[in-house]
């Protein structure tokens, strides 16, 4: 079975800090795609950020960067000078190519304070 | 663009009725998904579909019918709905090019008392 872990529930980070998210997966895929998606109060599920299993370079989107390591089935978000409008739910999501059939993790919600 | 939509937004209903979650893209993408979203459980897939006339069962489809007659709608239906159903569903589609990512509605608060 495909999983996919997120082990903090919450966590919280002060503005223009970095803050790092942890996610955790297993698949006996050697082929994959990894993504960050946000959901803020608003319910709506935006895309942050993907990863091609591939490829070993990180992912970057302007503030937002992943540390994929295959090897340790990790893929984790930092989030550099945070800002107030960052505050949602993130899920960690996998697919094996067929995006009709993503994995989710169960979420982290993050604070962002002053 | 309207992207993926689904209605209605909020929805209550009573042990034992039905309903149906409508669910429309106009991106012309080939797959489409219902997931339901459970506090601490994150998304869980209920049923999907890879194209028209083509359904498959996700991770919980007990309770929940699916059909695809057309590229664009992907109605969920309640048969006979349960408190157990009480959940956030969301839609999603993709286009079926390897790796793509998935667009979602912007999600039904079902609540069944």
């Known amino acids: 079975a495909q999983t996919v872990t997120q082990s903090q529930p919450e966590m919280s980070v002060q503005e223009a800090e970095t803050v790092t998210l942890s996610c955790t997966y297993d698949?006996?895929?050697?082929?994959?795609?990894l993504f960050w998606y946000k959901q803020p109060p608003s319910r709506q599920m935006i895309l942050v950020i993907r990863?091609?299993?591939?490829?070993?370079q990180n992912a970057t989107e302007n503030r937002f960067s992943v540390n994929f390591q295959k090897a340790a089935k990790s893929f984790s978000l930092k989030i550099s000078d945070s800002q107030l409008g960052d505050a949602a739910m993130y899920f960690c999501?996998?697919?094996?190519?067929?995006?009709?059939?993503?994995?989710f993790g169960t979420g982290t919600r993050l604070q962002v304070t002053l | 663009n309207a992207g993926v939509t689904q209605t209605p937004k909020f929805q209550v209903l009573k042990t034992g009725q039905s309903m149906t979650l409508q669910c429309a893209q106009d991106?012309?993408?080939?797959?489409m998904s219902w997931y339901r979203q459970d506090p601490g459980m994150g998304l869980r897939l209920i049923h999907y579909?890879?194209?028209?006339?083509?359904?498959d069962q996700g991770e919980v489809p007990n309770g929940y019918n699916v059909s695809r007659s057309t590229t664009e709608d992907f109605p969920l239906r309640l048969l006979s709905a349960a408190p157990s159903q009480t959940s956030v569903y969301f839609c999603?589609?993709?286009?079926?090019?390897?790796?793509?990512?998935?667009?979602f509605g912007q999600g039904t608060r079902l609540t069944v008392v």
């Open positions: 999501a996998f697919h094996t190519g067929t995006a009709s059939k993503l994995t």
């Open positions: 698949t006996s895929e050697s082929d994959y795609y």
């Open positions: 990863q091609e299993a591939y490829k070993q």
């Open positions: 991106m012309n993408h080939e797959y």
């Open positions: 579909s890879v194209g028209a006339g083509i359904t």
């Open positions: 999603a589609s993709a286009n079926s090019l390897y790796g793509s990512e998935a667009f």
